[in-house]
């Protein structure tokens, strides 16, 4: 098809191989066509028809012409099986040999903090396989664009890791550009690395584009700066999706008396474990704790106690999954200045010995024990 043709309004159904058809997408989509798509015969029925105006069969440039001609009779075939007496061409197709997938960090939840590199790498895919925590983009994207959403939650994975691995590696291996669109970033608990070497073992081209991690972006917006000069010189991420165990918990302590400050992420199901064995590693109780949940989102709510009553101040605001708790005397750093973003003004913080729950926020608590179960790695 000549790229200046004005189709307007027809849509067009494009039959063929992915790798043959995602190259005639583009091409319709510029004339302003609406498109879809078929790779497998049996999909073609009068109802998946349904509006198409135009029928193009792609077949590749390389085929000889009598193998393109039983090629397309294969599709004139299921086109005449679902009844459709649509005007249809054949069209000789490059064939895109080769995709893509890149892993894009997609930052702490606010589409504003996605790198440009990650929306210029959004704006060009076919096909992006989305987590939960990823921000929520439609303005950036490609027409026509197929978005997977493969987020999990805490407990329930519908799309297990495997299979989000094997449907992205199948999409590039048939030419497609993929990208893979994470929370936070794609290498700090994002499973970014793993997916990275099975993309490499199936021989595809992969890239991997940073994200900021909701492990430095949450506190600050809470205005809790993870170092602080005089109180904090190094902070440490912790997963706390499963369990710490007795050495970890030692070290962390040792760390934390030191001066560091312990970020924990997926770590609200196993808070009550982590701050009993913090203080059992001799942590002391009135150490400063934040929760701070759903940062960048309209629900944000940040929750200020301490080591010693963390497990009874996050049960009863209901504190639950995505948190980030920040454990040390940074929490309070900019207690008396402004506060930026939307966490608890300065003047309403709590200190150690007067903790709060819910109500630093106007929440009301949760009376109930909260399960806040446990988080979901991505
Ligand atoms: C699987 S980890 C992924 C981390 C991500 N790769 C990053 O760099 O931020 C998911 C955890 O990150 C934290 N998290 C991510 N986004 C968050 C947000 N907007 N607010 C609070 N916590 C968040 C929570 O602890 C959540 O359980």
């Known amino acids: 098809m000549h790229a200046h043709v004005d189709l307007g309004s027809v849509t067009v159904a494009l039959l063929g191989p992915r790798r043959l058809t995602t190259t005639l997408r583009d091409t319709y989509q510029r004339a302003a066509a609406g498109v879809v798509e078929f790779d497998r015969p049996e999909d073609v029925s009068s109802r998946s028809l349904s509006g198409v105006g135009y029928a193009v069969i792609a077949v590749p440039e390389t085929t000889d012409s009598a193998d393109a001609l039983d090629g397309a009779d294969v599709w004139r075939g299921a086109l005449a099986t679902a009844?459709?007496?649509?005007?249809?061409?054949v069209e000789r197709v490059a064939e895109r040999t080769r995709g893509s997938i890149t892993l894009v960090g997609g930052g702490p939840g606010d589409p504003g903090l996605i790198t440009a590199a990650g929306l210029h790498a959004l704006a060009h895919a076919d096909v992006i396989y989305a987590d939960r925590l990823a921000p929520a983009v439609t303005d950036?994207?490609?027409?026509?664009?197929?978005?997977?959403?493969?987020?999990?939650?805490?407990?329930?994975?519908?799309?297990?890791?495997?299979?989000?691995?094997?449907?992205?590696?199948?999409?590039?291996?048939?030419?497609?550009?993929?990208?893979?669109?994470?929370?936070?970033?794609?290498?700090?608990?994002?499973?970014?690395?793993?997916?990275?070497?099975?993309?490499?073992?199936?021989?595809?081209?992969?890239?991997?584009?940073?994200?900021?991690?909701?492990?430095?972006?949450?506190?600050?917006?809470?205005?809790?700066?993870?170092?602080?000069?005089?109180?904090?010189?190094?902070?440490?991420v912790v997963s706390g999706h499963d369990p710490l165990d007795e050495n970890e918990l030692e070290h962390l302590a040792g760390l934390s008396r030191s001066g560091a400050t312990i970020v924990l992420l997926m770590g609200m199901a196993?808070?009550?474990?982590?701050?009993?064995?913090?203080?059992?590693?001799?942590?002391?109780?009135?150490?400063?704790?934040?929760?701070?949940?759903?940062?960048?989102?309209?629900?944000?709510?940040?929750?200020?106690?301490?080591?010693?009553?963390?497990?009874?101040?996050?049960?009863?605001?209901?504190?639950?999954?995505?948190?980030?708790?920040?454990i040390g005397p940074v929490v309070h750093a900019l207690a008396d200045g402004a506060r930026p973003g939307s966490g608890v003004p300065a003047s309403e913080m709590p200190t150690s010995d007067a903790p709060v729950s819910a109500a630093s926020n106007g929440d009301t608590p949760d009376a109930g024990t909260p399960d806040p179960g446990r988080e979901a790695r991505s």
């Not at 009844?83 to 061409?89: E, Q, R």
């Not at 992969?206 to 809470?222: F, K, L, M, Q």
Request: net charge negative; glycine share 12%; aromatic share 4%.
């Open 83 to 89: 009844g459709a007496a649509l005007p249809v061409s």
């Open 140 to 236: 950036e994207l490609a027409p026509g664009v197929r978005v997977v959403p493969v987020g999990k939650r805490p407990g329930h994975h519908p799309v297990p890791q495997s299979e989000i691995q094997t449907q992205m590696i199948e999409a590039a291996l048939a030419g497609e550009t993929v990208v893979r669109f994470k929370g936070g970033d794609p290498f700090v608990f994002g499973r970014g690395g793993e997916e990275l070497l099975a993309c490499r073992e199936a021989g595809v081209d992969v890239h991997v584009i940073p994200g900021i991690t909701s492990a430095v972006a949450v506190p600050e917006n809470a205005g809790i700066p993870v170092t602080f000069r005089e109180l904090s010189r190094s902070f440490t």
């Open 270 to 326: 196993t808070l009550p474990q982590t701050v009993s064995g913090l203080a059992r590693h001799g942590l002391a109780g009135e150490t400063p704790l934040a929760v701070l949940e759903k940062g960048f989102s309209p629900e944000e709510r940040s929750t200020y106690t301490t080591l010693a009553t963390a497990v009874v101040d996050a049960a009863a605001a209901g504190c639950a999954s995505p948190a980030v708790t920040v």
